[in-house]
């Protein structure tokens, strides 16, 4: 292979993670620049013919030209492109990375709104070995720890809150894209390839990791998963436009698609009673429920069009809140009734809000358009909010979840970190 094609090859891997990386925001209702290559120009800068052939090797300069990112933010997106293949040397990637800082320094981000309350919490952060590697989703164990996909570095973390080491588990096969994650409580670790089209089981103990793939070409992005009572997994196929579910005894999937085109099926939640799969449909206005024995859906519209639920969580009533990314809302659905609950999120209509999960029955969630992110917690008993911000940033935490001793777990994405935040005070 010549030193050209070498070079095309890794900037289109790097460009294919890119899309991907991008996609969730583009999804999100906001403006894309449909002009051509030739519209954008560059500054002049020592890197910035190394900047024009990576990027026009791949996708236009308006990935660039309007790109909002901090200076920590460019060099967690350089690291990203290094992880996913693209041939930097040492001194490009650096020249790159000031070249993008000095000439794209972005606008600044609003700041989270704090609302004081009677809860206390303690964060503990660590980073992930490999820069660039993205922790997309968390999973709290039994066991005490917290493990994360590296989706850019093509791996499964696991950190030891107790001492502070974290391993890796590398993939079998290369640019996976592992994005959701859960436990099967035999020790296996599960999570879905959303660049390849498969549902991984990763035995800790050895590494193996055995592959299920799906028996419709259609189904190439595997999102978000979860067990359900009887061990069986299901799991949301975004750009698919599917549910599926996976029986791990025989390994057959079924898939179902979703009867609203372009849905976007994204976070899962089980019911109380553990016998319908909550799903909502990020892109539109809608949740959809599934009978867990039937597989037969029904779907649920939010009472405002321009609503984009993006995660959802149950409490024991069997509420359904989900997130409001395009509103700046926490809602709650009542499935028996059809009816929907609003509340405006602390950060007002820009503030994003994104993982969400139920603790005891009170609600916790992050607002992702604030820097640092915002964890947000709402009794909904007394309607009240209390807000911290996040301190390494969070960079956009898309998913979080409780811990077996009533924590939380996150996962931090742009600033390739894994938290747990500690509840002092009966907060939960």
């Known amino acids: 292979m010549t030193g050209r094609r070498r070079a095309r090859r890794s900037l289109t891997i790097a460009g294919v993670v890119a899309a991907a990386l991008t ?48 200076p920590a933010e460019w060099r967690n997106v350089v690291n990203m492109m290094v992880t ?31 609302a004081a309350g009677p809860v206390q919490v303690v964060f503990r952060e660590w980073q992930a070995p490999t820069p660039g590697s993205r922790p997309h989703d968390p999973l709290a164990t039994p066991d005490g720890a ?17 001492t ?17 994650l859960t436990d099967d409580g035999n020790g296996d670790i599960w999570f879905t390839a959303s660049f390849a089209g498969y549902i991984g ?17 259609a189904a190439r992005d595997p999102h978000t998963l979860l067990f359900d009572r009887a061990g069986i997994l299901w799991f949301t196929v975004l750009a698919g436009n599917m549910i599926g579910r996976l029986d791990p005894k025989t390994g057959a999937v079924k898939l179902l698609g979703v009867p609203t085109p372009r849905a976007l099926p994204y ?20 949740i959809a429920g599934i009978d867990r024995a039937t597989m037969a859906l029904r779907e649920y519209a939010l009472p405002d069009a321009s609503s984009r639920p993006r995660r959802i969580a149950v409490t024991g ?44 029955d009170v609600i916790w969630y992050v607002e992702t358009g604030p820097q640092p992110n915002a964890l947000v917690r709402f009794d909904p008993k007394t309607e009240r ?20 001793d009533g924590n939380l777990a996150l996962a931090c994405s742009g600033v390739n970190g894994v938290a747990l935040v500690e509840i002092k005070n009966g907060g939960s």
């Open 23 to 70: 996609l969730c925001a583009a999804l999100s209702a906001l403006a894309q620049d449909s002009k051509p290559i030739a519209a954008f120009v560059l500054p002049e800068g020592d890197a910035k013919a190394t900047v024009e052939t990576a990027c026009v090797g791949c996708h236009d300069l308006g990935r660039i030209v309007n790109a909002n990112h901090s």
């Open 84 to 114: 996913a293949g693209a041939k930097l040397s040492p001194a490009q990637k650096q020249a790159v990375t000031d070249y993008l800082i000095e000439k794209f320094p972005g606008k600044a981000k609003p700041q989270p709104v704090i």
């Open 146 to 162: 917290i493990w994360y996909t590296g989706q850019v570095a093509n791996l499964l973390g696991r950190v030891d809150p107790q």
């Open 164 to 180: 502070g080491a974290i391993r890796e588990y590398p993939l079998t096969t290369p640019n996976s894209g592992p994005h959701g």
């Open 201 to 217: 089981k990763l035995d800790p103990k050895s590494g193996a990791v055995t592959e299920y793939r799906m028996p419709d070409p």
């Open 267 to 286: 976070g899962m939640a089980l019911s109380a009673d553990g016998e319908t799969v909550f799903v909502d449909l990020f892109g539109t206005n809608k």
């Open 317 to 360: 009533d069997g509420g359904v809140w989900y997130s409001d990314y395009a509103r700046g809302r926490l809602g709650r659905l009542d499935p028996q009734s059809g009816r929907a609950t609003e509340y405006a999120s602390p950060g007002g209509a820009g503030a994003q809000p994104y993982a969400i999960t139920a603790l005891n």
């Open 385 to 404: 909010f209390q807000t911290w911000a996040i301190p390494s940033g969070g960079g956009v935490v898309r998913n979080m979840m409780p811990t077996r």
